[in-house]
């Protein structure tokens, strides 16, 4: 689905999930601002190409590291809110407290994989450092693209391991 | 054990993933991994890790879902919903349902600038619902027309999840979108058709509202004219060839932010809720985008979707049960799972069986472009059905009075049209693909 229920986070943290929350939100508006600042650099793209018969050089580079980018930043958010999906059908009538276990296995699972993916992303950066990989018309060097990626997962492997912890106190009371 | 018993079992287990909660996307990467490993080995899977994830975000026809998006978010505080159903209402409010009509039209209308249903149902409601309140409007019908009619914004183009099936199924999307108008305009007037029918079965949902001048008509139909100028500037770009979609999102996004802007919706809380909704929506869309990467990666190792389809094919069913079968399958599904979720997840073993059959003759571009649109409307429906019907949620959270049941139950005839509809298009594709023959096609 292409579509939220809940889109912002209205709850009150204290501490570090206060933290987290200012960190999350820091990021969406950074996403929502790379995804304008694109809807804006095409117009200007279109704009020269109609008129001066010229493109913006490398508007399809730009894309899409900025797509990268704004995904990226966006990606704890979406976990922040609750809005990754899960299929609730089977357990909407199980015990809150079943549910908060099998929540807490899931933020588990999302949260290794978060900070796996952070670390191989790193590697693959420094690989592409020193390979010195670049993009083609405007030589935007490729480990750019991947400095907001790894930020990205980092905080959705934080955000998840909170999520952990607040579903085992629940499953705690 | 062979590549494509692996593939197998790791799609049970994939299933029984889902059943106990965890995140799609990453049960997704979960199964994808596991087996990654088992067929190829860690090592593989590892370097995979390396690159896979900024190859999957900076795919450059993927960047027209975060625009479609944030374009849906500029829209919603535009105030053009309002500017349409009033549009609508001025027009047809006096017939019987008329009101309701209004509705139906306005979120016609306003999916052709948003992609999304939700979004759609959501900010139509805000709009209508009062309105149809105070004309005597019983509030079961009143939630129900406006959770059917928001499926409209998938409908009609632009659409995120057709941007999808174009990119897994390698189709081009213009030709989507053109594909997807006409089957979307008929679900319009199919919606109004049964509104007719209530109106008439049991007035007292659905009474006649009050008649309009023609100046009055006129005049409400002016303030639509961003909404149709937006519209034929991206989805007239894009067919044209004008512009990519990409260029054509970013287009929309521009002027919907310009509109949001000049109504004063664009204040500071307006724009950071622009933000949120669309950095949630794009997080949420991406990570399921990356798991499915990682799952479809490791299942073209296995070749198990080849083999089954072969296995299919080599069955010689009648095609047209074949179909039936899969719509059977999606509406299951749909009663569990959103509707981006079960493309990513089906369609790369559903596409390969469906260009294996003999459809009519259709040549192969056309049977794609047709499977796309049925899956589309099929999807959709599982956003009206129980349990977890997502555009009747949130129209019931508008409409705390209404329960629930109730708007279920008045959503029925609704479906009832949704699956005349689809039926019709299974037996005659030519409603989808007649535009592809026109002179000017």
Redesign the interface.
Known sequence: ?????????TERYTGYGLFLDRCC?V???L???V??L??????W??GGRAVFDKALVGD?EL??????T??????????W?G??????????KAPVKA?AM??A??YL??GL?SF??AW??L??LL?LRVNMDASMLLSIPTWW??LP?IPG?VLLGLTSLYKLQANLRKVAL | MTGIEWGALMFGALLLMLAVRIHIGIAMMLAGSIGYVMVAGVGPLMSYFKTGAYARFSVYDLSVVPLFLLMGQFATHGGLSKALFQAGNAFIGHWRGGMAMAGVTACAGFGAICGSSLATAATMGQVALPEMKAHNYSGRFATATLAAGGTLGILIPPSVPLVIYAILAEQNIAKLFLAAFVPGIIAAIGYMGVISIVARVSPKDAPAGQRHSWGERLGALLQTWPVLLIFLVVIGGIYGGLFTPTEAAAIGCVATAFVAFRSGGLNKKGFLDCMYGTAGATGMIFLILLGADILNVFLALTQMNTELAKWVIGLQLPPLLVIFLIIFIYLVLGCIMDSLSMILLTIPIFFPIVMGLDIGGLGAEHKAIWFGIIVLMVVEIGLITPPVGMNVFIISSMAKDVPMRETFKFVMPFLASDLMRIAVIVFFPSVVLFVFNLPWG
């Open positions: 689905m292409a579509d939220l229920l809940i889109t912002e986070s939100k990021m969406a508006v996403a929502g601002m995804l304008t694109m809807a804006f650099m095409s117009l793209s279109i399809y894309v899409q590291i900025m797509t990268a704004a995904v990226a930043l966006a990606l704890p958010y979406a976990n809110i809005a990754h999906v899960i299929v609730d059908f089977f357990t909407a549910n099998l929540d296995v899931a699972v999302m994989f796996l993916l191989r992303l590697l693959g690989d693209g991947y990626l997962f």
